[in-house]
């Protein structure tokens, strides 16, 4: 049918554009509570008592539990990536309990939940718990924490140290390097601090059965089985196959929902203690303080450079801000998706990093879209183009010189780089050539000479980027610390008249699963794509899910499918050949029918299925039905690049920066469905803007969240951007049946250094050549008027 | 994100609503659209026991073209007000911080009186009625007094009106430098808020300023006119330069506000700015 | 105490008894089930929120159930006449004016209220006009798009 490749129009979007999507603070339980928190106001406190008594009392109010009741008292949330010391010592993973009894560790610290009739009423009387608290002192930033004499947020982890880490070449080596450079490039930043904000506040509902002895988990998760796994093996000890969890329309999740989070325990717990189902949905506040931030690295960074621009050499120092837990994968985070991604674009024959993984007294820090790879390609991208500047180079040109040849990874081998990964396959000029097409950079040189001759700050900015996604090959990631496997599964139902229902470990919250995954099963089988429905989210109907995250829904879960996809065809044929009188051999499959070549003898798809269900005349020795399940477990992570470029103009008298023009031209294997692709690709270079532009968490010295709403928290608005010029190269991922690299962060990782390079390069004229993120005007006010 | 228990009260006219505020005393909010009122109560930063609802009440609604005024009631809405063409026409300033307030949901059920009623620093309209030399028209169970707006905004979030009054009317004078006048602000990229906003309003005759009020919001914790800018002006032509020398020293006589977002510095720095684009406009 | 309203939602007439506290947002959602208007946040920022009370467009996180007594309320679930969707929910739709769909509802009636008073805005009006509705998935370009396209189905 021709279906892979074209923008079919999305198969979700009926229900979302008529308001009958169903999240999970949508559903309503017969007999349902509903669960308010009393939350740590202070950033680090002890506390010396909780006086539940007055609340408890308060109207509707049904329960309060805290953090010292038993079946709550010794639980905690796991961390599910473990990290090592260098020297070997195993990291530290202090407990994070489900609620704090003796020491809140940061603003929001989850310390009573109050269960009521109705939501008001247990907002009243959360505000009726009265806690004493001793206040004391807080650390906020990753380098301070780190430093001799900083609070410790563990008693047990000395200088807030959860792990330290190296990777690369040998350090001595590196060294070397910079010390006979020509050119070395430094800079020291802070990677800010981010908060999701998917739009859609976290919520999850607790139900239990006694009929059954089960438990029911509705939650806002981007991966639904890795929460059951979680919950049920490390955190409340209640055997799996009694638990279902369901994650139904999920309001978006960058990140922020993969995680398993306390209140998911603490509800599943209470619907059982109350015999009650209860719902918590959070304020948006709550939301800036409890969900999983991203980024918060600390970084010193340097490139070294021969006469003519050959990088020599990188070396980087990472202070990463872990929060006060560990979260699920944090610890993967600034080392195995961060330090792995420094090799870039180019050649680097030395490289290097060290990263010192740092408790505090703020929110626990994990994967947020992107995940690691950002911070890797800011690092990379803004020493290239401030190189550039330093040495007077064109920061295209610069690339071009360091870029890698291309490899197809098929006929040549991947590229085996300096910091343990091997690309799978990559052709890096064309993106920079396109992009340079696209923007007219000779024109635009021209038309910023004559601009600035004119008084006006008008600027250019590059970043060439690779990311690994597509996460990952199991005994890999394994060997690299994680805690469960990154396969993913796949059901392909075929049902006795035909239709398809395709059951995927993936989990779609946004990125329109149900339309790109029925694109490849209805393409595959020759039939409609309505004859398709994709189901995922819900623990008791998909055998088993890793989730959604790392760009890896296609490349892994599409992959799984196109497996079992091709057990049904197997199967199939032989039906078709028993139908048909003939050889298997001499049988194709092809649009929707089984055809003896070389004849019209054929017999349709749905009428093998019919056959399959009421095998009366039938192969010998065939089992009955269609109906196949795979597992699908990657020979490597997917490397999709690009070749981002960004065109500002600085508002002298304030400093405001304008994006005029955002080009990008992304590389991100084969593409299902196009239309989706951009899409993708738009919402990711808004966030990557964001970071550079206008978002980051502020906390004060004691740990308070300055902006933990949108009153203070810039959130990008549709009148903050242009729209996007966006184009795309094909190069096949070689070791997935689709080809495919995956698309889902490539926008937010390349987009940020393009447009702080951009700033950078408007403001040369000053001689500054760096300035930290946020770049808001303030900032670059200060560095025009010296 | 719900409101603390309160009672809610649906007066009839505003004598009535007079007549409650008595009864219930300082326990007690005045409720117009809600738009600055709703986000503090569910936030429970303010927990009153009693709400009296004015919002329907049309003896506070509309905006009458006087001989010499404009009087813009006080539960006229920031959209009523932008689409105004006698407020376009008399007061510029005054449509263009109404097509600013905000959003579009904001500015079709915020009232002029509940804004400057809450007298948030960083709110569009203390500015513009400031410049605008405006009276505050306020109901007691005395009867009515109008307050100069020179003496309407107190401090932070704090003004004239006393315990048991209703703001009723704004009354804008229809002036030569109403006439020539335009608003214009710096706002925060989260809130949308003024970091700066500035408010200008010139008279000319024979080229010369004869009238000249400039004032500001969210520079400092009070909006206020800038008497210096003012006095600079003022029998001046009005041209680059005189606008420079005149804003040479913006915002120099207040206590300015300071956050992570904009420095005491930068802000008085966009007072200026601000000021030199408000005044190069007219 | 509670308080008796009668308010018109999507052309029914429902009376409720309704605590005076109560957000209008949270009586369309937990009295009407109406689900489709959603909370996203708790600053009257986000827009997610969004329907029309007496054909303008409000943040019904920023009225209470009580205030709206007597007025005529049209929600996403209202939108489509006689099952044909309104061009700016075909507009979504055609141009991938959506993800993950929680922000959808909201955009949708505000961008409705945006071409009631406008048929033909320019890119920029569209973008000024959707500045009170946060949408994190899109980056927004495909949304003006889809307003785009409805509004050329509508004039």
Redesign the interface.
Known sequence: MGLIGTSVKRVEDKRFTTGQGRYTDDIKLPGMTYACFVRSPHAHAKINNIDTSAAADMPGVVKIFTGSDEGIAGFGVPCGWQVNFKNGDTMKEPPHPLLVADKARHMGDGVAMVIAESYAEAKDAAEAVVVDWEVLPAVTDAKAGAAAGAPLVHDDAPNNLAFDWALGNDKAEVDAAFDTAHHVTTLEYKNQRLVANAIEPRSAIGQYDTAYDKYTLYTSSQNPHLTRLLMCAFVLGIPEHKVRVVAPDVGGGFGSKIFHYIEEALVTVAAKAIGRPVKWTAERRESFLTDAHGRDHVTKAQMAFDKEGHILALRAKTYANMGAYLSTFAPAVPTYLHGTLLQGLYKTPLIHIDVDAVFTHTTPVDAYRGAGRPEATYLIERLLDTAALEMGMDPAELRFQNFIDPFDGVEEAGYQTQVALQYDSGNYHPVLEKALKMVGYDDFRAEQKAARENGKLLGIGFSTYIEACGIAPSAVVGALGARAGLFESAQVRVQPTGKVSVYTGSHSHGQGHETTFAQVVADKFGIPLEDVDIIHGDSDSVAFGMGTYGSRSLAVGGSAIVKSIEKVIEKGTKIAAHKLECAEADLEFAEGKWTVKGSDKSIAFGDVSLTAYVPHDYPEGLEPGLDFSSFYDPANFTYPFGAHIAIVEIDKETGKVDLKRFIAVDDVGNVINPMIVDGQIHGGVVQGIGQALHEGAVYDASGQLLNGTYMDYTMPRADDFPSFETDRTVTPCPHNPLGVKGAGEAGCIGSTPAVVNAVMDALSPYGIHDIQMPVTSEKVWNIING | ????????H?PNNVNEAIQMLQNYGDDCKI?AG??SL??V????LNDPEH?V?I?GLTELKGIRDNEKSITIGAGTTH?EIANSTAVQQHAPMIAQAAASI?????R??GTIGGSIAHADPAADWPAVLLAADANVVIKNTGGTREVDIDQFFLGLFTTAVQEGEIITAIRIPKTAFNRNSTYVK?PH?????AVVGCAAAVAKEGGNVTAARVAFNGVSSKPFRDMGIEKGLKGNALNADTIAAATKNAAAEVSVMSD????EK?RR??AG?YARRALGAL | MKVQISVTVNGTNYQREVEPRMLLVHFLREELSLTGTHVGCDTSSCGACTVHLDGKALKSCTMLAVQANGKSITTIEGMATNGQLHPLQEGFHQEHGLQCGFCTPGMIMTAADLLANNSDPSEQEIREGLEGNFCRCTGYHNIVKSVQHAAKKMV
């Open positions: 994100m719900i409101p603390s228990k309160l009672a809610y649906r409720l809600g738009h709703i986000p109560l569910k936030q429970r709400l609802d919002s959209a905000g959003d579009v949901q904001v079709n059920f710096f990229p989260a809130s949308r808020f992570h977002f904009a420095s930068y720095h966009l700015v």
